[in-house]
């Protein structure tokens, strides 16, 4: 197969042939002649996973055996993860998909995958962990939705430590992780024990996800700049409510953009990867909605809503709203994600105002000039990992199966999909065809990938950018991940950082209690029913909640991840 990518990513071995790559891509497991290492059945997963807490002896350790797909004696594993919706539109199963037929015959591995129901994904997993009989691998949050993190459930029996596993049947995850060190102190715990096998984003441009966008054909109109200040925002959507007659010059779900709209960013107060805490200045945790920016920040949003700039029924407002306001002039901007919001109102209004012209908006700042220091951006491993439970018993093969994401056979697969069917190599990089990029059947760009590919969503493996360039087909929407970005703005993001299990326990309390006091508050503030008279009453209340022992437990989290 042809190498394709733009950055060094773990590959199967040079010993691999061309022959054997063919058949690892395409043909049945029956049709390989060369053999990896043999598959071993072990009767105690956590024996054959047993580790030295530190990581040091991994990194140290010799290069894992080579190993060749589709694995000769292949085996059967179950495996349990959340059905995404671009794929359950159309699909019962992940095995359904191209996608998942092609995984198992290029590892020569059968699975049984294992979805819960949408919407009570949480209740299942628990309902799982608690009864204790567990598939051979879980995809998770581990750092966010299990109590403790990832050591927690370590020690708790539900996954093992991976150090030695990585050591002895991991040659790609290895060799990236060797090859990127902020990475790897991503998937790692405290006690330097790997966890799961982590979805990356394989650059920084994959992590600039969400951002404002515009009216630009308005703009022209009505000769305007896109606005790069709070006031030229200010400027543009009173235009747009009174020289266009729009409604809700400004619409978005604030359920989803509240903590990472682009006004927010501008008062240094946003946050992404649904968090409410930030880096400050000095490099340590702070709580957003205490800050003085936060005040400065509801009180523009209060300014503006008395004026009619932002929807009156923002609060409440679904995606399917938005969409309706976007495409029918009764609003002028928006925020929300490239693909699934921007491109998606242009596509659709276009086809009765082929002037409709959208395009992406800076983080704006309070000063004209200045360089935002905030900004949305995610981690490069968003905590969606797959795990190997303790309840595996053939740990082996769990392990190979999943190191193959990592591999040049592997990330085309999740990345593009089937070479001759859903790719073709073009002057050495992979571009869709027209089975994906005009599907026959009609389907939106989006259930169309998810047909072959995991890249517009999640899994083991490392995202390309080259995916990316595809998927965001509008001029105007391709720029978006460069106008969105923030030099600075991963200074202020806290990392995958993870609380000890009695401090998670502690942490969750305080900060749920927090959450509901500043939502109820935030909307408050902007609606007018309550003063910024009363604004000192809000922090010593939110002080009053143990505010402060929710920063100590932060910080010394956040201190842990660095010692990493």
């Given at each position: 197969m042809r190498r394709n990518l733009k950055k060094p990513v773990a590959l199967l071995t040079a010993a691999l042939t061309a022959a054997s790559l063919l058949a690892g891509c395409g043909s049945s497991a029956g049709e390989s002649t060369d053999a990896g290492g043999q598959v071993k059945e072990t009767s105690n997963a956590n024996e054959a996973a047993e580790t030295t807490a530190g990581g040091s002896d991994a990194e140290e350790a010799a290069a894992p055996a080579e190993v060749t797909y589709p694995l000769a004696e292949g085996g059967t594993l179950t495996y349990w993860l959340q059905l995404n919706p671009n794929v359950s539109a159309n699909f019962t199963n992940l095995g359904e998909t191209e996608l998942g037929k092609a995984w198992q015959e290029q590892t020569g591995v059968t699975v049984e995958f294992q979805h819960p129901a949408s919407g009570q994904e949480k209740e299942q997993f628990n309902l799982i962990v608690a009864d204790g009989s567990l598939p051979d691998i879980m995809e998770w949050q581990w750092v966010k939705q299990y109590p403790g993190g990832p050591e927690k459930a370590i020690k708790d029996g539900v996954i093992i430590p991976l150090n030695d596993i990585f050591d002895q049947y991991c040659p790609n995850i290895k060799k990236y992780l060797a090859e990127n060190p902020e990475v790897d102190k991503m998937i790692k715990t405290d006690d330097g024990n790997y966890f799961a096998f982590p979805f990356i984003r394989g650059e920084?441009?994959?992590?600039?996800?969400?951002?404002?966008?515009?009216?630009?054909?308005?703009?022209?109109?009505?000769?305007?700049?896109?606005?790069?200040?709070?006031?030229?925002?200010?400027?543009?959507?009173?235009?747009?409510?009174?020289?266009?007659?729009?409604?809700?010059?400004?619409?978005?779900?604030?359920?989803?953009?509240?903590?990472?709209?682009?006004?927010?960013?501008?008062?240094?107060?946003?946050?992404?990867?649904?968090?409410?805490?930030?880096?400050?200045?000095?490099?340590?945790?702070?709580?957003?909605?205490?800050?003085?920016?936060?005040?400065?920040?509801?009180?523009?949003?209060?300014?503006?809503?008395?004026?009619?700039?932002?929807?009156?029924?923002?609060?409440?407002?679904?995606?399917?709203?938005?969409?309706?306001?976007?495409?029918?002039?009764?609003?002028?901007?928006?925020?929300?994600?490239?693909?699934?919001?921007?491109?998606?109102?242009?596509?659709?209004?276009?086809?009765t105002n082929p002037e409709y012209t959208l395009v992406a908006t800076p983080t704006p700042t309070t000063e004209k000039g200045a360089t935002p220091e905030y900004g949305y951006v995610e981690n490069q491993f968003p905590d969606v990992a797959a795990a190997i439970t303790s309840s595996c018993k053939n740990v082996e093969l769990a392990a190979k199966f999943l190191d193959y994401g990592y591999s040049e056979a592997g990330h085309n697969l999740f990345n593009f999909g089937i070479e001759g069917v859903s790719y073709e190599m073009k002057d050495g990089k992979a571009e869709y065809t027209d089975v994906v990029t005009n599907n026959p059947d009609g389907w939106p760009l989006a259930q169309s990938l998810a047909k072959y590919i995991r890249a517009n969503y999640n899994g083991p493996f490392i995202q390309d950018l080259n995916y990316l360039e595809q998927y965001l087909q509008l001029p105007t929407v391709k720029e978006c991940p460069s106008v969105w970005a923030v030099p600075d703005a991963r200074k202020h993001t806290v990392p995958n950082i993870t609380p000890t299990q009695d401090e998670s326990k502690e942490l969750a309390t305080i900060t749920n209690e927090l959450g509901t006091y500043v939502a109820e508050?935030?909307?408050?503030?902007?609606?007018?029913?309550?003063?910024?008279?009363?604004?000192?009453?809000?922090?010593?209340?939110?002080?009053?909640?143990?505010?402060?022992?929710?920063?100590?437990?932060?910080?010394?989290?956040?201190?842990?991840?660095n010692a990493r």
């Open positions: 920084d441009k994959l992590c600039y996800t969400v951002g404002g966008f515009i009216r630009q054909d308005w703009l022209d109109e009505l000769g305007l700049e896109v606005p790069t200040t709070v006031d030229e925002w200010h400027e543009v959507l009173t235009a747009f409510k009174e020289k266009k007659g729009a409604e809700a010059p400004l619409c978005f779900d604030w359920t989803n953009f509240k903590d990472s709209n682009p006004i927010a960013f501008a008062f240094k107060v946003g946050t992404a990867n649904g968090t409410q805490f930030i880096l400050d200045d000095e490099g340590k945790v702070a709580f957003a909605p205490a800050q003085e920016g936060y005040k400065e920040y509801l009180m523009t949003l209060n300014q503006w809503y008395e004026e009619g700039l932002i929807d009156r029924d923002i609060a409440t407002l679904n995606g399917d709203q938005v969409t309706a306001k976007m495409t029918s002039d009764k609003a002028g901007a928006s925020v929300g994600w490239a693909a699934s919001r921007m491109q998606l109102f242009m596509t659709s209004a276009q086809q508050m935030s909307l408050k503030f902007i609606f007018g029913t309550e003063s910024f008279d009363n604004w000192d009453n809000y922090i010593e209340t939110l002080n009053g909640m143990k505010l402060d022992r929710a920063l100590e437990i932060e910080n010394a989290a956040l201190e842990r991840y």
